[in-house]
């Protein structure tokens, strides 16, 4: 059978939609290829970013861990809009973070990412209560929203964080967890694409921090936010579906969780480790690998059927 060939019209949509300018990575919530952050201080360079490739999809929940220093803080503030990459692409929600200017910087911040510091304080002004500090985004954001729809979001966002009473309240009359439940419906009252925590739960107890924890999966369940949490915490990282490994300022493995229901209703979950293989067809290996085979400077690789073997150098 031959194909049918196309019409003129078919062609020339075809041809406008190739023409077009494309966004990168607006599909993906977050997209960084080969990220670079150099810090220059007293002559001295730091590389906290060395070519740091990570993607985040719509709707994802993940939570980014690795060892002090290893670069979780500079890649969030990069995320964030609050400070510049050296080099490589960064894209959050299709928008190129390495093209913006300070007043498309400012717009970025205010209406595409929302932010939560660990310092519960810092997330917060002390003069203003909890409703008065959600409504201010939305009051600062151009192209005002009507008054009242405006308290309706602010009502919303404090009901679905549990904590519609405290409405009045100024922080220093919240705790510590109910300071970061405002926090959080701060960071969402302009609707972000995406939700940023720098180790909010870091000044908690264990109990708060889990209710904090929770909330913020209502919050990527119930507003399908896609959210991204630095976190030191082992419960935390042990929750939610994907865990990313920072190690020297590049993504090194990631923990994939799932959870399956059998036909009697039994819940399991697995985990399974992945190292990250970036697009020159590098991968970074688990140290304790490494070691436990005495693997250095070079292995033998083999390819199989499905499979790649990778063995200690046997020419030494
Ligand atoms: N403004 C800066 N000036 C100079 N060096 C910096 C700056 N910010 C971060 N660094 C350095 O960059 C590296 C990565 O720091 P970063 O704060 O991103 O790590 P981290 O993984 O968030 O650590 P922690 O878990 O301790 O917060 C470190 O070596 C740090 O000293």
């Known amino acids: ?165 405290l409405a009045h309240r100024r922080p220093a009359q919240l705790s510590g967890g109910q300071q970061q439940r405002v926090a959080i419906a701060v960071a969402l009252a302009n609707e972000p694409a995406v939700l940023l925590a720098d180790e909010p739960t870091g000044e908690l107890d264990t109990d708060t921090a889990a209710g904090i924890f929770d909330a913020f999966r209502t919050v990527n369940r119930e507003l399908a936010t896609t959210v991204v949490i630095v976190t030191h915490d082992p419960m935390v990282a042990g929750e939610v579906r994907r865990t990313v490994a920072i190690r020297d300022g590049r993504t090194s493995s990631e923990v994939l969780r799932r959870t399956r229901i059998d036909e009697h209703g039994t819940e399991t979950v697995s985990e399974r480790e992945y190292v990250m293989l970036d697009r020159t067809g590098r991968v970074q290996l688990p140290a304790a690998f490494l070691t436990a085979l005495g693997m250095q400077h070079r292995v033998a690789a083999d390819l199989a059927t499905d499979h790649i073997q990778l063995r200690p150098d046997d020419t030494a």
Request: with cysteine; charged share 25%.
């Open 1 to 165: 059978m031959s194909t049918p060939t196309p019409s003129l019209e078919e062609l020339r949509r075809k041809a406008l939609a190739a023409a077009a300018p494309r966004t990168v990575g607006a599909e993906l919530a977050i997209s960084c290829e080969r990220l670079v952050r150099i810090f220059s201080t007293d002559g001295i360079e730091v590389q906290a970013l060395q070519g740091l490739d990570l993607t985040v999809d719509r709707g994802d929940l993940v939570a980014l861990v690795g060892a002090s220093g290893s670069g979780k803080s500079t890649l969030l503030n990069v995320l964030a809009g609050l400070d510049a990459p050296t080099a490589g692409t960064a894209t959050v929600d299709g928008q190129d973070l390495l093209a913006m200017t300070a007043k498309d910087r400012l717009r970025y911040r205010r209406e595409v990412v929302g932010f939560i510091w660990q310092q519960t304080a810092r997330n917060l002004l002390p003069f203003l209560t909890a409703e008065q500090n959600v409504a201010l985004p939305m009051q600062l954001r151009s192209g005002h929203r009507a008054a009242k729809r405006r308290r309706g979001r602010v009502t919303e966002l404090l009901e679905a964080l549990d904590i519609g009473e």
